[in-house]
């Protein structure tokens, strides 16, 4: 059996507690439904325990507990603060951290109805995270780049939903070409979530309330966040929030636009993967990326 094949169970949790943090171990675990890359176990009502899987390295989660403590008291919204850290182990060859547990519901799995509301917590949020990075911050990976140097991702998107899902296919290409062709960021490299989606975010009583998995962390252009306000953000609030972020110029706006068509996409992409049964889909958020796309497209 493969790393990639283990199969992580509530007793295999609880025996590497017993291993490493036995004064953890009695307390209730519960399988939390979702993630990719890490699989996430509910321990007791306070913390969480978030476990390597398909992450080919342990790079992501050291990333996160490198920073997040550095980062976290001063975000105005709850994030996950690693607590414990989980060693390689002959029972379980990867990393696994355990993690304060961030309330509410995943955005894929609940809505924002308080869209004003929501609209200037994810604004006080993004202005006190884009603050200018030390030197020694994670560089872009991945993510991070300008949009012409994603042209590649973008187009892999696109032409692989199916075209009658996508709709007005010249209008998202035209809403790409304008943030390829926006001018860099120049400004410092700031602090940057990186791949802020409906999964990546928790919700309760119809605002945003949380902001989780922040293994995309990186220094750079605050672009790759700024493109939530049409992916996270229900019709209308897009305005909102840019007037109460408050320092987005507008080749910056540009750029945003373009990343959260392509992100539109890619959720798209998965939803589309899980309605046919492929590994990694996720049927949910379908629905999700096809509203956020339309609200690009609308740019509202």
């Not at 507690?17 to 321990?43: C, F, K, S, T, Y």
């Not at 060859?93 to 609209?119: N, Q, Y």
Request: charged share 20%; with cysteine.
């Amino acid at each position: 059996m493969t790393d990639t094949e283990i199969e992580i169970t509530a007793d295999l949790v609880r025996d590497l507690l017993r291993e490493q943090h036995p004064d953890l171990a009695g307390l209730a675990i519960r399988e939390v439904a979702g993630g990719w890359g890490n699989h996430m176990w509910r321990l007791g009502d306070e913390l969480a325990v978030r476990m390597q899987r398909m992450d080919p390295t342990p790079e992501l989660q050291l990333k996160e507990r490198r920073w997040l403590p550095v980062l976290a008291p001063r975000l105005p919204l709850p994030v996950p603060t690693p607590v414990r850290f989980g060693e390689p182990s002959e029972r379980f060859p990867k990393h696994w951290t355990v993690m304060t547990w961030v309330p509410g519901e995943p955005l894929d799995h609940g809505s924002i109805s308080r869209g004003a509301h929501a609209a200037g917590t994810l604004a006080s949020f993004l202005r006190a995270l884009h603050v200018e990075a030390p030197a020694e911050a994670p560089a872009s990976s991945d993510f991070g780049a300008h949009p012409k140097r994603c042209t590649g991702g973008f187009e892999q998107f696109l032409q692989a939903i199916d075209p009658d899902a996508v709709g007005d296919v010249r209008a998202v290409r035209a809403v790409w070409a304008d943030a390829v062709a926006a001018p860099e960021w120049e400004g410092p490299s700031v602090w940057v979530h990186g791949d802020l989606h409906p999964a990546n975010v928790v919700v309760s009583d119809g605002t945003l309330s949380g902001v989780i998995d922040f293994g995309a962390l990186f220094a750079g252009d605050p672009a790759w966040d700024l493109g939530a306000a049409w992916v996270l953000l229900p019709a209308g609030a897009a305005a909102r929030f840019f007037d109460a972020y408050g320092h987005a110029d507008e080749a910056t706006i540009r750029r945003a636009r373009g990343l959260a068509a392509m992100k539109s996409l890619f959720l798209m992409l998965m939803g589309q993967n899980g309605d046919r049964g492929l590994p990694g889909g996720k049927p949910n958020w379908g629905p999700a990326g096809r509203a956020a796309l339309d609200r690009v497209l609308k740019g509202v």
